[in-house]
């Protein structure tokens, strides 16, 4: 059982813990069967806390009966039926069968809460895991009440659940980040749209990441999480389950997060909602989206976009949502930003001329897991004016954002809570009437429309704050650098390597 520190965090401790635990299973395999019982640790501690009082029978649950489930319906808590409950499975962890009980308690569960069908993960009883692991994971979960803080458990499993998530994302590099959107990059744009109350959309919602960040965010500033309403869509079920099970374990009503393997192209399970917010990151350049199937589609009130790369169907696609006063932040390839065939130039024309585009945040290299492809942040509104916002009608909004960021291990980088703030603070003055804004050279720049026209278009900050045109995305003496001092690590890790690798086969002679 693990055992905490001052020093490390308990979910580092956990994490650390449960990795020793992994073996021979792959980490994409893995995390459904860790994140699983975090979920079930969290539901169960959420019943058995409601069981207590309802067991009580004092003040509003006088006469309740612990085991009526409409008394945990109506406090919007899962019914855990009596052998899919913590404690028994925690006294069955050294049980030769205990696979088996674990898969059983998650149907069982999702019998008793049609909320949960088709969600939980049943893989406890397969071959390639250890009961002995399992036991020993079950233990470590089991360590998360943390003695005096257990009235706070639920909050605690709810950020272990999503740091995992991170830590797997970054375990399975590239396939990784096909599901998990950077902590950094959500928090960035939560911060800058600032989604009080209101219905959030985010149709391409993989883990649900986005969801979590406005959660964060309205109870952060006081507010109150039943003002939003949740629209998302996901194409890979896998990550819908866990979409599903990232939003159970804060509480938040995923009923309208819907999946299906077409699309929200294809098979648009909001069809007629109009929202307040998207927030999105959508595939980079997705060639196969089906565009050739919806050539006509109404959503294109701007262009077509060309059937080999979605960039420009995403961004028509999320106005096409936006009720008359939505905002959108998403994310895309900085290509978008400059692209001028298949039509994308006159689409990216319609939407300057109309005064559609907000703010281009361009971000720094190496923030995605799933992609070394440039990205930028693109900044939407419905309307350029309203009762809360200054009239921006003839200006946008440009940041470059490279120098920003600090690196996390040799291939990946965050931002920090300051450059968040940096990013958002110039956003909200720029935007809002009694902000105090200033264009920062190098750095920031309110740019009129009439002179992205006279630039034909072309939407990258470095054209407009003050930095050298496309080519400032290369700097010869810089790259040098980073690059020699990345083989150097290289070559002393692989040195190290085969110093161990000789010393080993050395014990073996011996």
């Known amino acids: ?12 401790v956990l994490w650390a813990a449960a990795n020793k635990l992994r073996k021979n299973i792959d980490a994409a395999e893995y995390k459904h069967i860790v994140l699983g019982l975090i979920f079930l640790r969290y ?11 309802l067991n009580s029978g004092e003040g509003e649950y006088a006469g309740a009966d612990p085991e009526d489930k409409d008394e945990y319906r109506a406090e919007n808590v899962f019914f855990v039926p009596e052998k899919a409950r913590w404690s028994y499975l925690q006294d069955n962890a050294k049980n030769p069968e205990i696979g088996k009980m674990v898969d059983s308690a998650m149907d069982d569960i999702e019998k008793e809460n049609p909320r949960l069908k088709g969600v ?45 998530l991170g830590e797997f994302a970054l375990a399975e590099g590239q396939k990784g980040g096909q599901f998990y959107t950077p902590r950094s990059i959500v928090e960035l744009l939560v911060s800058m749209l600032e989604p009080y109350k209101g219905r959030v959309m985010d149709p391409c919602c993989g883990s649900g990441g986005m969801f979590v960040q406005s959660e964060k965010f309205i109870l952060e500033h006081q507010g109150n999480v039943n003002d939003i309403t949740i629209f998302g869509q996901e194409s890979n ?40 917010y998207i927030i999105a990151n959508p595939p980079f350049n997705d060639d196969d989206w089906s565009g050739e199937l ?22 028509q696609h999320f106005l096409y949502h936006l009720s008359p006063k939505g905002q959108a932040g998403f994310v895309l390839s900085k290509g978008s930003l400059t692209t001028k065939t298949s039509g994308e130039y ?3 024309k319609n939407l300057i001329d109309e005064g559609l585009i907000d703010c281009i945040v361009n971000l720094p290299a190496k923030l995605f897991l799933n992609t070394q492809i440039p990205a930028c942040l693109w900044f939407m509104r419905k309307k350029n004016s309203n009762d809360n916002f200054r009239n921006r009608k003839d200006e946008i909004l440009f940041i470059d954002a490279r120098n920003l960021g600090h690196l996390i291990n040799r291939r990946t980088l965050e931002f920090a809570n300051e450059d968040i703030q940096q990013i958002a603070d110039t956003y909200h003055n720029w935007r809002n009437p009694d902000g105090n804004y200033e264009d920062i050279a190098g750095f920031c720049n ?31 003496n810089e790259r040098f650098t980073s690059l020699k001092a990345e083989f150097e690590e290289q070559l002393r890790e692989e040195k190290e390597l085969n110093l161990r690798i000789q010393e080993n086969l050395r014990n073996i002679k011996l």
Request: glycine share 6%; aromatic share 10%.
């Open 294 to 315: 919806l050539r006509n589609d109404a959503r294109w009130t701007h262009g077509t976009p060309p059937a080999g790369n979605a960039n420009y169907a995403w961004i």
């Open 1 to 12: 059982m693990a055992k905490t520190t001052k020093q490390e965090p308990i979910e580092k």
């Open 237 to 276: 079920q896998t990550t819908w389950r866990l979409c599903k099970m990232n939003l159970a374990i804060r509480g938040l009503d995923s009923s309208l997060v819907k999946w299906n393997n077409e699309g929200s192209f294809l098979k648009n399970e909001h069809k007629d909602s109009k929202v307040d």
């Open 120 to 164: 939980l993960p049943k893989v406890f009883a397969r071959g390639n895991l250890d009961i002995n692991n399992l036991g020993g994971l079950i233990d470590l979960i089991s360590n998360v009440s943390l003695g005096e803080n257990k009235e706070h458990t639920s909050d605690i499993l709810g950020h272990v659940f999503e740091y995992f």
């Open 43 to 53: 539901i169960s501690e959420s019943f058995e806390n409601l069981y207590n009082m």
């Open 446 to 476: 309110s740019t009129s429309v009439d002179k992205v026209k006279e630039l034909d278009y072309v939407l990258t900050p470095g054209r407009f704050v003050g930095l050298p045109d496309e080519e400032d995305d290369f700097n010869f």
């Open 346 to 348: 006159d689409i990216r």
